[in-house]
């Protein structure tokens, strides 16, 4: 049996938060949720009075009368990350962190001089 729900102050028989949970859902759940609470996808298309073959009406005051309902439809932009954000999420990285260290184990080894022993030096002077 489809859940009865009271007509909301702007005139539709959904409101914005039940259309967010809904947006939530995906595959065989949402279609289960849209059968049970709204009679199916007419019934979900008939409270939120459109046509689903048409649409919605074209007209500028239906237009502004959805928008003030359900808010715009679209997705704010998400900010962009810092340079020092994506460095430091570059370094969690396992291995990076081990081709760090091979890198500072080298660097610390070129610095490093053997020991000279002068009958072997002298001995490749000559070869």
């Not at 046509?51 to 359900?70: C, H, K, M, Q």
């Not at 260290?101 to 053997?114: D, E, N, Q, T």
Request: net charge neutral; aromatic share 8%; proline share 6%.
């Amino acid at each position: 049996m489809a859940k009865e729900t009271s007509t909301n102050a702007r005139g539709f028989d959904v409101s914005q938060k039940e259309l967010c949970s809904l947006m939530e859902l995906r595959g065989a759940a949402a279609l289960e949720k849209i059968a049970a609470d709204y009679g199916g996808h007419e019934g979900l298309c008939a409270k939120l009075q459109t046509d689903p073959v048409n649409g919605l009406p074209i007209s500028a005051a239906e237009l502004e009368r959805r928008r003030s309902a359900f808010g715009r439809n679209e997705i704010p932009p998400v900010p962009p990350k810092s340079f020092f954000r994506l460095a430091w999420e570059a370094l969690q990285d396992v291995t990076l962190l081990i081709l760090l260290a091979a890198a500072v184990i080298s660097l610390a080894l070129s610095f490093y001089k053997p020991p000279n022993k002068d009958e072997f030096s002298a001995l490749s002077a000559h070869v």
